[in-house]
């Protein structure tokens, strides 16, 4: 229980010491997802697709224009017009802006799955922007603390209690979290611009962030995930619409091999002495003696067959990548707890220790600046183990095709 404690009270006073007043009103996880799920540069040029989608819908739907001709000659008639129009049979027009609306499904789909990945790299960014705050925090209390012994070491040794080697050697720790630092800054300002690019924000705009990165999101069992990964993974989703399609285009290739029939109607001028209008009509159809569709439906049955393999194997594969991604996260999970519950309560108990047994003078200042060591590198470890956890879970959200949260 008093190691909870210390664990709790550690978190709050780093992720407390991290928040700064940002340019605009304060982002949390669910509100920085709405931002880029609607600004997001990559999510808005894939939606243009949808136009080119509906221009494609639109150039299915055509009916063939009417061809008017007119002949003039020495022969009789001297004149003709003639008015051809071709007419499609056996529903061709209509397969084909069924194949059209599919493909359409299809895009809408490709738009989802980068909405997926894109919230999979905005979870990420912005728990990489509060991890980057907690470890600039963590640096600042290791410097504060090193400036610190050394300022006692100094007096000390102005007062004759130590030697001048303990002043250079506590000065030279004071100096290494200080460069600790400035790179934990550093990468506190690249984790920024990689959320405000993933926005669309200026990059060089500081973030006001509601949240905790020991806040660990709880996933579902490993049956329900699996089971909702089966109707929403996004391979499975793409090869269930390019199945639909094909089918959709074997069907249009079986159409095609109905024959289209030539409409021609006019007439012939100036003829005498025999007339001088005469109506014309004529009927043309194409005789599919060599050719009549047969290698456009072997390769639509083909890629149906494919297809269908690739849907069992993607099945197979989007439960063993769920398997995975949920036991990754469970581990990251367990071994963050570990360092919650044991690892950090007991490094910074002996690193009190340490301080304790050196002001009594029982042990050396390197092995207080051992433990003072040991304690921040712990504390890095137990912060990384949680943004771990935050990333493993963004990976299993994207297997799953679907919010888990």
Do not use: C
Request: aromatic share 4%; charged share 25%; glycine share 4%.
């Amino acid at each position: 229980m008093v190691n909870s404690v210390i664990v709790r009270l550690f978190l709050s006073s780093v992720l407390a010491s991290a928040a700064a007043v940002g340019q605009e009103s304060a982002l949390d996880l669910h509100r920085t997802l709405a931002v880029a799920e609607a600004a997001n540069l990559e999510l808005r040029a894939a939606r243009q697709q949808r136009a080119v989608a509906l221009a494609g819908l639109s150039i299915a739907g055509q009916i063939p224009n009417p061809i008017v001709s007119f002949n003039a000659g020495r022969d009789t008639p001297h004149e003709a017009l003639l008015w051809d129009q071709p007419i499609e049979l056996g529903g061709k027009r209509g397969k084909r802006r069924a194949v059209s609306q599919s493909e359409q499904k299809t895009t809408e789909i490709d738009i989802a799955i980068l909405s997926r990945q894109i919230r999979h790299r905005t979870r990420e960014a912005f728990y990489r922007a509060l991890l980057t705050r907690a470890q600039a925090a963590q640096s600042k209390t290791t410097l504060d603390l090193a400036t610190r012994i050394a300022s006692i070491i100094r007096q000390r040794f102005e007062s004759g209690d130590v030697a001048e080697l303990e002043v250079i050697q506590s000065e030279v720790e004071a100096e290494r979290a200080t460069a600790d630092y400035d790179t934990a800054l550093q990468a506190q300002k690249i984790a920024d611009a990689q959320l405000a690019a993933l926005l669309n924000r200026s990059l060089d705009q500081t973030w006001n962030l509601e949240g905790r990165l020991d806040e660990l999101p709880k996933a579902e069992t490993l049956q329900a995930v699996t089971d909702r990964a089966l109707g929403s993974n996004a391979d499975i989703l793409r090869t269930t619409q390019e199945l639909e399609t094909e089918q959709r285009r074997l069907s249009l290739a079986r159409a095609q091999r109905i024959p289209n029939v030539d409409l021609q109607a006019g007439v012939d001028l100036n003829s005498p002495p025999d007339f001088n209008v005469g109506p014309r009509g004529q009927i043309a159809v194409a005789l599919p003696l060599f050719y009549h569709g047969q290698g456009e439906v072997t390769q639509s049955t083909a890629k149906l067959e494919l297809l269908r393999l690739s849907f069992q194997a993607q099945r197979t594969n989007a439960s063993v990548q769920v398997i995975a991604a949920y036991y990754d996260y469970s581990a990251k999970t367990g071994l963050s707890n570990q360092y919650a519950q044991r690892i950090v309560p007991q490094t910074v108990k002996l690193a009190e220790m340490a301080e304790d047994s050196y002001r009594s003078g029982k042990s050396n200042l390197l092995t207080l600046i051992d433990a003072q060591r040991r304690l921040n590198d712990t504390r890095k470890t137990y912060l990384d183990s949680l943004f771990a956890v935050q990333s493993s879970f963004a990976v299993l959200e994207e297997v799953v095709g679907a919010s888990l949260d």
